[in-house]
């Protein structure tokens, strides 16, 4: 169901005024677009922008312009171009877009309105942004349709992306009745809409390899450097977007060049997995692809043996792109979390591979088959930039503050 955008009809007495005057050239204004706490759709007028000249319009006074800031002015201008919103099965309690999108899943999406708010990614081959109506439904619109991008297609392919089929409500009820730790988490995020996305499992694998011993910022420069190397789709809010290129197309990428923009000794791990997993047996897509149907053991060993993966890449890959909603990451915020709430004995000690696979049981003794959503909560929980960001003011400002990807300074 499309969300059909109305145009404002102006005032009876207005109208009859104008009427009743001389005619004459006026100056046409497009009414500005209605600010919203979230994130609303403004539908632009019927009719183009004209601009008569002051000087063929004596005596009208326009009202002094008035400042905005660079994201206000970049929302302002995308609101007179879009299109049709299309909801999507997910409220905003089902789907929270800042605790969703930023905090370390993914590093492709870009948020590109303020006031409403707004992120932007190309999922697949389409470019779309994700927001709220006012009616608490989250919506999407598709910047670039076109014979291989349609609304439809979208919807499914954002459908599938979103995990929207995981009733995450029900989850987060088992979650906290399961444990007191994860209650008092959920309730300062706001009760729900932190989901695990399901990715592209090659565009997950590239994303996570450059993710060791990184920073968020960092990380999102490197990511952008290799969508940048697919197909351009277009531009919004002044961030030109790519389809995430094929496992064919970064093989042919130099170690020297990604160097060059800054990888250091990820280059190396980003080129030789290009190259391994071409090499592989019906093509790098169709053999990760295999990999949901597989158990999480045999994922994680098969993952471990490209280059530059190891044991918390890997499960960072199997839960957000591969179905292992099992899998449980474990990085310094994941194991404080464990060894202050779940194994308490384990403080302390330092990170392995044997205790991370102990703290991976727990997780899941705790809650379960989606124990690696639940982890992915307390995960982001841990978050000190996080917290800020749930709390914007009135101004859909924050205040910027450094923040460190899952696993800074731990083993990949």
């Known amino acids: 169901m499309r969300v059909p955008l109305v145009p404002r009809s102006p005032p009876l007495a207005a109208a009859a005024a104008a009427a009743a005057m001389p005619p004459r050239r006026r100056r046409v204004r497009r009414p500005l677009p209605p600010t919203a706490p979230l994130c609303a759709s403004t539908p632009p007028p019927s009719t183009p922008s004209v601009d008569i000249p002051k000087s063929e319009a004596p005596g009208h006074r326009p009202p002094p312009a008035r400042r905005r800031l660079p994201l206000a002015a970049a929302a302002a201008a995308a609101a007179e171009a879009e299109g049709e919103w299309n909801p999507l099965p997910l409220s905003a309690t089902d789907l929270s877009l800042p605790l969703t999108l930023p905090t370390g ?199 471990c043996t490209l280059p530059g993966v190891g044991p918390k890449v890997a499960a960072c890959v199997a839960l957000f792109s591969l179905d292992q909603n099992h899998a449980v990451p474990v990085d310094t915020h994941v194991w404080k979390v464990a060894t202050q709430y779940l194994m308490p004995e384990l403080a302390g000690k330092s990170i392995t591979t044997k205790l991370s696979v102990a703290v991976a049981d727990a997780f899941v003794t705790k809650f379960g088959s989606y124990a690696g959503w639940a982890q992915n909560v307390l995960f982001i929980g841990q978050l000190s930039a996080q917290k800020l960001m749930v709390s914007e003011d009135s101004n859909g400002t924050t205040k910027s503050t450094k923040r460190k990807h899952r696993g800074n300074n731990v083993d990949t």
Not at 115 to 139: Q, Y
Not at 210 to 232: D, T
Request: with cysteine; proline share 5%; aromatic share 10%.
């Open 105 to 303: 899943q993914t590093f492709l999406w870009r948020r590109t309105s303020v006031s409403p708010l707004r992120f932007t990614a190309a999922v697949g081959p389409h470019l779309v942004s994700l927001s709220c109506l006012p009616d608490g439904r989250v919506a999407f619109l598709l910047h670039n349709e076109s014979p291989t991008s349609s609304v439809p297609d979208a919807h499914a392919a954002l459908c599938d992306y979103l995990n929207a089929a995981v009733p995450l409500a029900d989850l987060w009820r088992q979650f906290a009745a399961a444990d007191a730790r994860f209650a008092e988490v959920a309730a300062g995020l706001g009760g729900g809409g932190a989901r695990v996305l399901r990715q592209d499992p090659v565009e997950c694998v590239f994303q996570f390899l450059c993710s060791s011993n990184n920073n968020i910022a960092r990380i999102e420069k490197m990511v952008w450097k290799l969508a940048g190397y697919g197909e351009r789709l277009g531009e919004v809010g002044g961030f030109v977007f790519h389809r995430f290129p094929t496992i064919d197309r970064l093989a042919r990428v130099s170690e020297q060049e990604l160097r060059e923009a800054g990888f250091g000794y990820r280059a190396k791990y980003v080129v030789g997995t290009a190259r391994e997993l071409q090499a592989k047996p019906g093509g790098g897509e169709k053999w990760l692809a295999s990999m949901r149907t597989r158990e999480l053991p045999e994922v994680i060993e098969a993952l």
